[in-house]
């Protein structure tokens, strides 16, 4: 659906526009693979993923051996002492995953390590493109990586400001 949409905004912006428009497309995954210090980002990456999960799946083990020695001496514990272990399995459980979304969470420590690894190799790739697409004259630049998508567009291309004044909405 998203797809036929690009492509009827592609036709649209065709026909609004007289002169002959001018279009690549790239591969920005093709790009990043040949770049060697993409590689040795995703490496690195991968590493820390790995040790990071080993860490957390460690302390999830550890709950789990509590929880069955819990199980099996629970008949014989008084009820203050099963609420000082559950309380105590339920800690370590809550530790285990503060630290899972700490480390693998939205904006966590594998969100940041990949913004300070991978996003400067990212611009770069962009600033490439971006001075290709000025020094050919592209008017845009299509990336089919993950399906076709805009990456690049001449910013005289674009007529959101006309389509907020049909729409009666001011900047």
């Known amino acids: ?3 036929l949409m690009f492509v009827m905004l592609l036709v649209a912006a065709s ?5 002959a428009q001018h279009y690549c497309v790239i591969d920005s995954k093709y790009i990043l693979e040949k770049i060697s210090d993409y590689k040795d980002a995703q490496t690195k990456l991968d590493n820390l993923s790995k040790t990071w ?29 099963r609420k000082k272990r ?18 693998f969470g939205y904006e966590g420590d594998l969100f940041k390590k990949r913004q ?19 020094s050919r004259a592209y008017d845009m630049v299509l990336d089919k990586a993950g ?17 907020l004044k049909i729409l009666g909405i001011n900047k």
């Open 1 to 3: 659906m998203k797809k």
């Open 15 to 19: 026909a609004f526009k007289a002169d």
């Open 53 to 81: 999960q080993e860490e957390i799946d460690n302390r999830m083990a550890e709950v789990d051996r509590m929880y069955k020695a819990y199980q099996a001496e629970r008949p014989m514990l008084s009820d203050d002492m």
């Open 86 to 103: 559950e309380d105590e399995i339920v800690g370590k459980e809550k530790a285990a995953k503060d630290l899972q979304k700490q480390r």
């Open 116 to 134: 300070e690894l991978v996003k400067p190799i990212q611009d770069r790739m962009y600033n490439a493109v971006q001075k290709m697409a000025s």
């Open 147 to 163: 399906g076709i998508s805009l990456f690049y567009a001449d910013p005289k291309l674009d007529h959101s400001d006309d389509v």
